[in-house]
């Protein structure tokens, strides 16, 4: 594969000489940059970087950033980008006055997902899934998790996850694939929360591991979903495979998920609208990623993150865009950088952080992904010239994603493309 060398960087972001795992704290307010800068790339890695006085005479390809910046490209480590079809009918409702658990009991929300999910042919789930893999990856993301969780019967849990291992095959960018089985509970089985949890355990989850089907396991706990003992017994059966987990928790509710999660090793919690102290000292010191997605409350008109007590307290943060046909239709992780500013109190750079290296590691990539050092995989986006790294999440409006590579080969040049 041929080399590539960035010229004239206005500054290349995250550019780490001792890279780490994650970013945490006080450390978040610190981004490692390098001003007037290259970046040579070999064989679809980065291979060295600096000032452009120390510049390698060389390179098969060469591209002149003029001043532009270079980022890492984003880790959106949580979404649910295969469906079957929009809900802006919902939308229009929640315009008129209907809450998101109204809807749900409606009939609408993720059960009007799965309805229609379970009439899809896999093909066309993979075409459309894939239409989106496109769209994140226009908007600079560079690896992504996605979950199933709109099949709830065997045969449909089954069929999303086999799209999403399609999905690995046909991009350029790491897939991660979580089996969200425990997404809501399917009418057939109102009576009956037990039956579908044994049909989870004992039916899904043995032949999701038989065909490799699943990196992680998830279940959305929440009042009128599923309970922290529900969650807990999903945990441990996912265990059982090998599943880590990456838990839907405190959308809505602080019912003491977060403890419970980390005690049982999850590797992120997700969401975390409402958090309790004790939510935040059970997070000190565990390995388990706190994922914040702030396009949800904005899609919901729900209250933000609390991300600064997060932060204050010592802990990591991930942002992730949640992008699902409910709660957040969008795979914009520009955006949810701004929100993250503006709405959570983070800074330019804390946000960064969490957008990427963090974000990796919610999805265990972070030796390879997330930052731009020697030896990772050259997944990253250039700018037009920037004022400032601030100047990214301060323009909320404007798409500053100018032109995007996966392993070193450019997949948009919006110069061109327009
Ligand atoms: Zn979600």
């Known amino acids: 594969m041929p080399s590539l060398l960035l010229l004239n960087i206005g500054t290349l972001v995250l550019a780490e000489t001792h890279p780490c795992s994650f970013a945490a704290g006080k450390e978040m307010c610190h981004l490692p940059a390098v001003q007037n800068a290259y970046l040579l790339v070999e064989n679809g890695r980065f291979s060295a970087f600096g000032p452009m006085e120390e510049c390698p005479e060389r390179a098969d390809e060469t591209i002149d950033a003029g001043g532009g910046f270079v980022f890492p490209s984003w880790c959106d480590s949580h979404t649910h980008i295969v469906f079957a079809a929009s809900r802006e009918q919902e939308f229009v409702g929640r315009i008129r006055g209907l809450s998101y658990e109204e809807i749900a009991q409606q009939g609408g929300g993720i059960l009007n997902s799965a309805r229609r999910l379970r009439e899809t042919p896999e093909d066309e789930l993979l075409e459309s899934a894939l239409g989106r893999i496109r769209e994140i990856q226009l908007l600079g993301t560079g690896a992504v998790e996605v979950k199933s969780g709109y099949g709830l019967t065997v045969e449909s849990e089954l069929k ?38 044994r049909l989870i355990i004992e039916e899904m989850l043995p032949q999701i591991a038989d065909e490799g089907l699943a990196d992680y396991i998830d279940a959305f706990c929440e009042k009128g979903f599923f309970t922290v003992a529900e969650t807990e017994q999903l945990m441990e059966a996912g265990a059982r495979y090998g599943l880590k987990a990456k838990v839907h928790v405190n959308q809505f509710n602080s019912l003491g998920a977060i403890p419970a999660c980390v005690q049982k090793g999850a590797l992120s919690v997700d969401h975390l609208e409402v958090v309790s102290d004790e939510d935040i000292q059970s997070l000190i010191g565990s390995n388990t990623m706190p994922t914040l997605l702030p396009s949800a409350p904005f899609f ?54 969490a957008a990427t290296l963090n974000g990796a590691r919610a999805m265990e990539l972070e030796q390879d992904y997330g930052s731009i050092a020697v030896g990772k995989v050259a997944n990253f986006f250039i700018t037009p010239p920037l004022p400032s790294i601030a100047y990214l999440p301060y323009a909320f409006g404007s798409d500053l994603v100018e032109r995007a590579f996966l392993k070193g080969k450019m997949v948009m040049d919006k110069r061109i493309n327009g």
């Open 300 to 353: 919901l008109n729900d209250p933000y993150q609390p991300a600064r007590r997060l932060i204050d307290a010592g802990l990591p943060v991930a942002l992730a865009t949640d992008y699902n046909p409910g709660s957040t239709p969008s795979g914009k992780m520009q955006f949810v950088i701004s929100l993250a500013c503006i709405k959570c109190g983070m800074l330019p750079e804390e946000a960064i952080w």
């Open 160 to 197: 999303m996850l086999r799209v999403i291992r399609r999905l690995k095959e046909k991009t350029a960018m790491p897939v991660k694939a979580t089996f969200l089985g425990a997404h809501a509970l399917p009418p057939e089985y109102r009576e009956n929360r037990g039956g579908y949890i």
